[in-house]
């Protein structure tokens, strides 16, 4: 944290143009860094599955399972689907986890054990939408999320929403008929939000009704064209849903799923064969792996679950209802895909980080059934400087991961790449498409001039530079570094 005098200020500065930059350059500087102390926590999840449906859930479970020592999971609660409720699809992958949970220990600590996850399955009533949500319709998983939020925990609770999310909207319609309005916010200020498109009404009512919850989403339904828009498509439905081009499509098909995850072991038994799409719901905690990319209090950051930014979508055909308040919605990033083409779409912003999420997967699966020196584990890149820098259009800004290591002795790759669209200032060569200019982009060391810029805002704002260090090992393992450079009048 820091320390709240150095807000203390001269209002005669302040109000001149150069004091108002400056002062608001100290307010980047100091939400970045409490921005990067929060992100190296563990988060805290609900999740809310309609599992028993399309068998991409129960895929998205078992990839879950191999990232349990990343998060704090809090609940695993079965919604509705088709007339039902499916806790029992939640408990067999559960089971399956708890036959390799002791292997995957030898890898990386902190997995949860199975006994611990099967007391957190629970289960929503098996009602669609708003029908299943006002008096009388508590449910144990509504009763597990209340407790979830209560608790003595001051880290925010993640809710990610597969299907629909009626468990979420009776727990919120419960508080508010139960407490004080002070006491309601306070509750609502703990949720973050990620759900995938909406699936039923009680979405778009959550989001209405609720306009301070932080709520990541596409809005809209599959049945109107919606799933088609959705930045979580771009997962893996190239070919039926998503319908777009740039990405490795070898890497999402049934096939490699075969060969990479299926074949490894129990965990990999109850992985089932896609029926439209690999992983449709993965996306909505992917943003909370510590792979050093992500930061989940910034959805505009970017990461493996996306990039969003926070505003007020205007009313498509397959939205349910208008939006009535800003959310965290769809946002584009321009990326050179496989096909050598540059792509600019909000599914981009997922599928650019496609071959290091799956190697990862991949590479997690091997844990589950190998010992520890048959398997690849990740590099740890470290910067030799702040992960903050400010520096003044014209500088020359020194970069430098010298100190990475890798823990299985393999060689390394590095790329620095500037992330525009994370950032406030624009970068981009618009004669050459070039989105940066790091001079020894893939070295160790490499550095990169400020350049000066008439585009908005004029000379300032913040600069992402993302380090990527990609090991030798099979499969290809990458974690990142992310260092923000603010540049100052």
Aim: glycine letters at 8%; charged letters at 20%; proline letters at 7%.
């Amino acid at each position: 944290m820091y320390d709240s005098k150095v807000m203390l200020y001269d209002s005669k500065f302040c109000n001149a143009p150069q004091g108002r930059s400056i002062y608001l350059m100290l307010f980047v500087v100091l939400s970045v860094a409490c921005a990067i102390a929060s992100a190296a926590e563990k988060s805290r999840l609900v999740v809310l599955t309609d599992i028993g449906g399309d068998p991409d859930d129960q895929m998205s479970m078992v990839r879950l399972m191999t990232y349990a020592n990343h998060l704090d999971i809090e609940g695993l609660i079965a919604t509705h689907v088709n007339g039902r409720v499916n806790p029992d699809r939640i408990l067999q992958i559960v089971e399956a986890y708890g036959k390799v949970r002791d292997n995957l220990e030898l890898h990386e600590p902190g997995y949860p054990t199975e006994e611990y996850l099967q007391k957190r399955i629970s289960k929503g009533i098996p009602i669609d939408g708003m029908q299943g949500v006002g008096e009388g319709k508590n449910s144990p998983g509504s009763k597990l999320l209340i407790h979830a939020v209560d608790c003595d925990d001051t880290r925010p609770i993640w809710v990610t929403v597969w299907g629909g999310p009626n468990v979420l909207a009776q727990a919120l319609w419960n508080v508010r008929a139960t407490r004080s309005q002070d006491e309601l916010a306070k509750f609502v200020a703990k949720l973050r939000v990620y759900a995938i498109s909406d699936q039923d009404d009680s979405g778009p009512w959550i989001r209405k009704e609720f306009p301070d919850l932080f709520y990541i989403v596409t809005p809209g339904v599959n049945a109107g064209g919606g799933f088609h828009h959705a930045t979580w498509i771009a997962i893996g439905g190239d070919k039926f849903h998503g319908r777009f081009g740039g990405a490795d499509f070898s890497l999402v098909t049934n096939e490699w799923l075969d060969r990479n995850i299926r074949s490894k072991g129990p965990l990999g038994a109850v992985y089932p064969h896609w029926q439209f799409m690999m992983e449709g719901d993965s996306p909505s905690f992917l943003n909370l792996v510590n792979n050093g990319l992500s930061y989940p209090e910034h959805p505009n950051w970017g990461g493996w679950g996306g990039r969003y930014e926070l505003y007020t979508p205007r009313m498509e055909k397959w939205f349910m209802e208008p939006e009535t308040r800003p959310i965290w919605t769809n946002v584009q990033d321009e990326v050179l895909g496989n096909d050598g083409e540059w792509h600019t779409t909000n599914h981009a912003t997922i599928w650019r980080w496609r071959s290091a999420y799956q190697n990862d997967f991949a590479a997690r699966m091997d844990w589950t059934i190998k010992p520890y020196d048959k398997a690849n584990h990740p590099p740890v890149p470290k910067l030799d400087h702040p992960a903050m820098i400010t520096a003044r259009p014209g500088e020359r800004v020194n970069l430098s991961a010298t100190g990475s290591t890798d823990p299985d002795g393999d060689a390394l790759s590095y790329e620095w790449f500037c992330y525009e669209e994370a950032g406030t200032r624009a970068m981009s060569n618009a004669r050459t498409g070039v989105k940066h200019d790091i001079i020894g982009f893939d070295q160790p060391k490499a550095w990169l001039k400020v350049k000066t810029s008439r585009v908005m805002p004029p000379g300032t704002g913040t600069m992402h530079i993302i380090l990527a260090v990609t090991d030798h090992g099979t499969p290809r393992l990458t974690r990142y570094q992310r260092v923000i450079v603010t540049v100052i009048p």
